[in-house]
């Protein structure tokens, strides 16, 4: 009995994890970003009617809060956050609430190899300043109210030590008050199947299929904050508009981890767009898909590059734009407590009728009081320019931005489980 009672607590020790974990675990996640926000534009007025620009320091508070439940083979967790914003001396453009996004998901390990999970994801914002998107060609979204929702499912299947199958669908909704503005409805799939060759190497070909459907009074979410608007009888599948269409993207993939600190992975693949006429969908003009990231680790930084040229719905206007985006990253952490990153990028978007650049650089200090509290301060440049692409239909408008920003944040510690 001696001999047995050494072994039996050990064996005792090695499944009270196990134990405590079948039996679940309840986190509940507070946080909270009070900031402060100068800009010298704050509607991002073109340089062409320069008299009608004008500065505004505003307020915003965002608190939010996450409830997680852990146990063996369940996650699950629910979650809200919302932004107040008060517009100083320009109240008209204040935000009760600015934005408010909310969550739900659960995932479930069916096997040791396969793993499934399921969620929904709601936005909900008054203040699409930054979108480069307009129906007249010029580069402020009108400010109105829209809710985006995304269903979806995914699924991780470990095939072998070696090999991973994964997959995933979404059902996406954009919607917009502003009446002049093209609610989007999107179906998306994919699949991706990865290949590890050696520790270096790992191979992989990818499916990706989009369907964007148009409607200017598509009330999947709307109607829940606007009584003007009723169900749309055509929901969910028919939109009835000349702009719809399909994308399919196959292609391949190679990922190489040169050093522990070093890796590369590029994707490339053709898309193939299927545009609605006369109700049945015909074969338009192919368009070539393109990602590459490459991400270097330095003493206590982290550098990372990326290039990506992709064909996607123009969330409130007719059809589809072609983007290319390129950006790059630099992550310090000097101390515990002091953290920075700088940021720059530059996207191209092609419409039908403009073709619109935009460049942004940011930059940004962060100090940690505690592990749930800290201190942060951000510049942020903005610069739009729109091209009519053909001549005759307008002129080049450019407008830019600076802003300020110093705000009192909280991380998500995971400091209150029961």
């Known amino acids: 009995m001696r001999r047995r009672l050494p072994l039996l607590l050990l064996l005792s020790l090695l499944l009270l994890p196990v134990t405590a974990r079948a039996a679940g675990k309840v986190s509940l996640l507070p946080t909270f970003n009070l900031m402060g926000e100068w800009t010298d534009n704050f509607l991002l007025t073109p340089e062409s009617v320069a008299d009608e620009k004008f500065a505004a320091y505003s307020v915003t508070f965002e608190p939010g809060l996450r409830l997680r439940y852990d146990t063996f083979r369940h996650e699950a967790f629910i979650g809200i956050a919302a932004g107040f914003r008060h517009v100083i001396d320009h109240e008209q453009y204040d935000g009760w609430p600015e934005f408010y996004t909310g969550g739900l998901g659960w995932s479930y390990w069916v096997t040791p190899t396969l793993r499934t999970t399921v969620g929904d994801e709601i936005i909900y914002t008054t203040d699409p300043r930054d979108q480069p998107f307009s129906r007249s060609t010029t580069l402020e979204s009108l400010r109105t109210e829209s809710i985006a929702n995304r269903l979806f499912a995914t699924t991780t299947w470990n095939l072998s030590r070696t090999s991973v199958l994964e997959g995933g669908y979404s059902f996406y909704t954009t919607e917009f008050k502003e009446p002049s503005f093209f609610d989007t409805v ?72 040169a050093t522990p600190s070093l890796s590369f992975e590029t994707r490339s693949g053709v898309i193939l767009p299927a545009v609605e006429r006369n109700g049945a969908y015909q074969l338009d003009d192919l368009q070539w898909f393109q990602r590459m990231d490459i991400v270097k680790l330095f003493w206590r930084m982290q550098a990372s590059a990326s290039y990506q040229r992709n064909y996607a719905p123009a969330h409130g206007l007719e059809g589809a734009v072609l983007a290319q985006s390129v950006t790059a990253r630099l992550d310090e952490r000097w101390t515990r407590h002091i953290e920075t990153y700088e940021e720059a990028g530059y996207t191209n978007y092609l419409q039908t009728v403009t073709d619109i650049d935009a460049w942004r650089a940011t930059g940004a200090f962060n100090y940690y009081f505690f592990n749930w509290l800290g201190l942060g301060a951000a510049y942020n440049y903005l610069e739009q320019q729109s091209h009519p692409v053909a001549e005759g239909d307008g002129d080049r408008i450019v407008a830019h931005r600076i ?4 705000a009192l944040t909280s991380p998500r510690p995971d400091w209150l489980s029961f």
């Open 186 to 257: 999107e179906h998306q799939f994919n699949l991706t199947w990865t290949k590890q060759f050696d520790p270096s190497y790992a191979f992989l070909t990818f499916y990706d299929f989009n369907r964007a459907l148009y409607s200017q009074h598509f009330d999947f979410l709307r109607h829940y904050w606007d009584h003007d608007y009723s169900m749309d009888p055509s929901f969910p599948v028919r939109m009835e508009n000349r702009a719809d269409f399909d994308t399919h993207t196959p292609g391949v993939g190679l990922r190489y981890t």
């Open 403 to 406: 802003t300020l920003r110093l």
